[in-house]
Structures are given as structure tokens and as C-alpha cells.
């Protein structure tokens, strides 16, 4: 029996001195795959914004060129640019002659431009030889561009070399600590975590592949079961986020084209002499200007509504008829001007807990709804308490909303026929009273007004 217990003991010993020989070596080898792969594609990286930066002054080159010859000073600018990059170049015509070199745009410069450049690269140390680009325009050959890439010095060169030292000693470290914890981890993991850990592993995979669909099974409630929760909870987060960035980025650009547009037309029309640069056309641009800068800051509103459900709430107890009588009082000019009153209810004052910061947007924005959609009235706030709620309402005798439209009232850039807004007010209200623990209803007759009732905790 003391025979067969030694035999086991050393054929686990034996196993466990083979698997941690393999996770070393596996390590090392992990390790020296990866190192090449780090160092090989930061070379790549590094050598394709040269060449895209070579493209670009090639193609600047092309440009260069037009029906009566070398623009030579779009051809010197171009060079100046090359130099920069970190190139020498030197342009020539179909004959051999030299059109303009680096050197000759270089000795142009200012004095301090000179030494800007010089404490930047080595100009008179090239990289490597020059080599030949053959230049067209419109399909005709017009010349060649001899390229070669300068040495660099400074803080570039020097943040490249530092990048490959401390991917090296990262990876050196990392190797070392992956063998010496690898005996105990592969001993605790196998026994204990290697089956929920693999499916999390998995999960991930198909995450960083773009499945957003993708969820764990969380079976136990340790901290691996709390660990797949707090994963499936991301994933739903990513999920949501992404369609929403999705759907607010086409809305977005679908938003600004057309007053893009607008202002492009009336512009070029008026340079081009079609259209008279008279008061009336800077009015219609300024138009167009004004949309835009609405748009923009309907988005930075829906921005902060999105953040405030991450910050914290700070909740203040006040009297609910005069936090109302305030905001009257504030709205009640941008009515007076519309010829719209502006009626607070007659009802007892009662202190409630409240969010100032989010619930008096809320108000704002439903109060500036209503009264752009109604042309003559008034608007009514009224509001009162239950057991554990509190409720404001705001109804107005405008034009109201037709019924099959009210579900998509707080849809992002949702616009029924005839709105005059962007679509993201209500959007954000919604968005606020969720925040709160809110609810928001609405009621409304196409033609005889609406009435928007929030509902939110005392």
C-alpha cells in the first residue's frame, strides 16, 4: 500500500512537473511569438504612416501640375511638407531637368523654420536612397519625384526605441511571473475555475468579435456567478450603447446634410455670380447657421441626459408651489411674447423631495413644447400628491398630437408631420424621469391640446 500511495505521489509529482514544464515552455514560446508579433507590427504601423504620408505628397505633386505647367509655388509648398514628413525630395520633368528640390525650398525658409526642422531631423543623413515616382496628370506622364526618408532624431526616435524596450521588459516580466505562479495557478485553476473561466473566455471571444448577443450562464452565486453577471450586465450595456450610437450617428449626419447642403448652394451660387450677395441670402444662411448650432446643443442636451443616469442624485427637500411659482415667473416672458398664458393652478403648498437639477429641464422642455405648438390659449400647470407620489402637469390648448403618433413622442429625431423641433426634447425628458424613478404620460386630441402628467416619488 506505502508502494502504490509513493507511485502516486510520484506519478502526481511527475504530471505536475510536466505541466508546469509545459505552461514555461508554452510561456516562452507565447512570449517570443508575441514580441515578434509587437515589434513586426509596430514596424508595420510605423512604415505605414510613412507611406501614407508619401502618397499624400505624390498626389500634392500631381496637383501641382496644371494646363500652363508647374504651379511652382503649390510645388513648393508640397515640398515644404515633404520635408516635414521627414523626406528629401526632388521633382523633374519628363526631360531630366529639375523642376525644384527639398534643398532649394528648404534654403527659402526662415531662419527659425530652418532650425525648427534641423532639431528635428538629420537633413544631410537620408535613410535610405532615392527612389523614383513616375508623376502623371490625366493620364499623361509629366515628370518624376525622387523620394528618400531622412533620418529622424529627438523625441520621435527616441519614443520608438523606449515603445520596443518596454514592450521587451514587459514581456520579460511577464514570463517570469507566469512561471513562477504557473505550478500553484494551473493546480488551483484546474480544479476549481477552468470550466466557468473557459466560457467566459469564450463569451469574450465572440464579444471582441462584435457579438453583442452573446451572455453567460451564471449558475452560482460566488464570485465567478457574480463575475458572469457583472458580464452579461456589460454585454446588455454595449448592446444598448451601440444601437444607440448607430441610430443617433445616422440621425446625426442625416441632420446636418441638409443644412450643409443649403449653405453650400447659396455660397458657391454666390461666388459663381447666380445669386446677388445680398442681405436676404446671408439671412438664409444665417438660418441654416442658427439650425445647426440648435442641433448641436439639442445633442450636447441629450449628452448630459445620458450621463446624469451614471451621476449622483442630490435631492433637496422644497416647497412644490414655489419651485413652480420660480419657474413660471422664469417662462413666463417667452409667453407674453407669443401672446400664451401662462396659469399656475390654485393649490396648497406641500414640500417634496426633489432633484432641481433634473426635474426643472424636465419642465422647461415640456413648457417650450407647448408653447411652440400652441398658437393661441393658454397653458396650464397644475399639480398634488398621493401616498408616495407627487405629480405636475402641464396642458396646453394647442394642436395636439394625433394618437397613432404618441408612442413615438420620446424617440430620438422622431418628428411628426408639421413638428418644428429637431426630435430630441422629448427624448431627453423621458430620459430625466427615468433617472428620477419617474413616469411620464401623455394625453392628447388632435386639435384640442395635450397634457403631459409626470408622476415621481415624494
Do not use: C
Not at 532650425?115 to 535613410?127: G, K
Not at 458580464?231 to 446634410?257: C, D, G, Y
Not at 446677388?276 to 439671412?283: L, Y
Not at 411652440?372 to 407620489?389: F, M
Request: hydrophobic share 40%; glycine share 8%.
Amino acid at each position: 500500500m506505502a508502494l502504490d500511495i509513493n507511485l502516486l505521489v510520484t506519478g502526481m509529482r511527475t504530471k505536475l512537473f510536466l505541466a508546469f514544464f509545459v505552461v514555461i515552455l508554452t510561456a516562452l514560446l507565447s512570449n517570443l511569438i508575441f514580441k515578434r508579433l509587437i515589434i513586426r507590427d509596430f514596424d508595420e504601423y510605423v512604415m505605414g504612416t510613412r507611406e501614407d504620408r508619401l502618397y499624400w505628397v505624390l498626389a500634392s505633386v500631381e496637383g501641382s501640375y496644371t494646363e500652363k505647367g508647374w504651379d511652382i509655388s503649390a510645388l513648393r509648398q508640397t515640398l515644404h511638407w515633404a520635408i516635414m514628413f521627414g523626406y528629401d525630395a526632388e521633382v523633374r520633368d519628363t526631360s531630366g531637368k529639375t523642376v525644384l528640390t527639398a534643398d532649394n525650398v528648404f534654403r527659402t525658409l526662415t531662419p527659425t523654420m530652418q532650425r525648427t526642422m534641423e532639431a528635428s531631423l538629420y537633413l544631410h543623413e537620408p535613410e535610405s536612397p532615392l527612389e523614383e515616382y513616375p508623376i502623371y496628370a490625366e493620364g499623361k506622364e509629366i515628370g518624376s519625384i525622387y523620394v528618400r526618408a531622412l533620418k529622424r532624431k529627438g523625441l520621435i526616435a527616441e519614443k520608438e526605441a523606449v515603445f520596443k524596450q518596454r514592450g521587451r521588459d514587459f514581456l520579460f516580466i511577464s514570463f517570469l511571473i507566469a512561471g513562477g505562479g504557473a505550478l500553484f495557478l494551473s493546480f488551483v485553476f484546474s480544479m476549481f475555475l477552468t470550466v466557468p473561466i473557459r466560457r467566459l473566455k469564450r463569451a469574450s471571444e465572440k464579444l471582441a468579435s462584435g457579438d453583442l448577443t452573446v451572455r453567460v450562464r451564471a449558475n452560482s452565486k460566488d464570485e465567478i456567478g457574480e463575475l458572469s453577471q457583472a458580464f452579461n450586465h456589460m454585454v446588455e450595456t454595449l448592446q444598448r450603447e451601440e444601437s444607440l450610437r448607430k441610430h443617433l450617428t445616422s440621425n446625426i449626419a442625416h441632420e446636418l446634410r441638409t443644412p450643409l447642403a443649403i449653405m453650400q448652394v447659396n455660397i458657391e451660387a454666390i461666388i459663381d455670380g447666380v445669386l446677388p450677395a445680398d442681405k436676404e441670402r446671408f439671412e438664409d444662411i444665417k438660418a441654416e447657421v442658427l439650425r445647426l448650432i440648435n442641433l448641436v446643443s439639442a445633442i450636447e442636451d441629450a449628452t448630459k441626459a445620458e450621463a446624469s443616469f451614471f451621476k449622483k442624485s442630490e435631492y433637496i427637500r422644497t416647497g412644490l408651489r414655489d419651485f413652480l411659482e420660480g419657474l413660471k415667473e422664469a417662462m413666463l416672458p417667452l409667453f407674453s411674447t407669443k401672446g400664451i398664458s401662462l396659469l399656475l393652478e390654485e393649490r396648497d403648498d406641500f414640500e417634496v423631495s426633489m432633484d432641481v437639477d433634473r426635474l426643472e429641464p424636465v419642465l422647461r422642455n415640456i413648457l417650450s413644447n407647448s408653447l411652440r405648438y400652441t398658437d393661441k390659449g393658454a397653458v396650464w400647470i397644475d399639480y398634488g400628491k398621493g401616498k408616495k407620489n407627487f405629480f405636475i402637469s402641464v396642458r396646453d390648448s394647442g394642436r395636439g398630437i394625433k394618437e397613432e403618433d404618441i408612442p413615438k413622442i420620446f424617440d430620438r429625431f422622431y418628428r411628426g408631420k408639421g413638428s418644428e423641433g429637431i426630435g430630441l426634447g422629448l427624448s431627453i425628458v423621458k430620459e430625466l424621469v427615468d433617472a428620477m424613478g419617474g413616469s411620464i404620460e401623455v394625453s392628447s386630441k388632435l386639435g384640442s391640446g395635450t397634457t403631459f402628467k409626470l408622476t415621481l416619488p415624494l
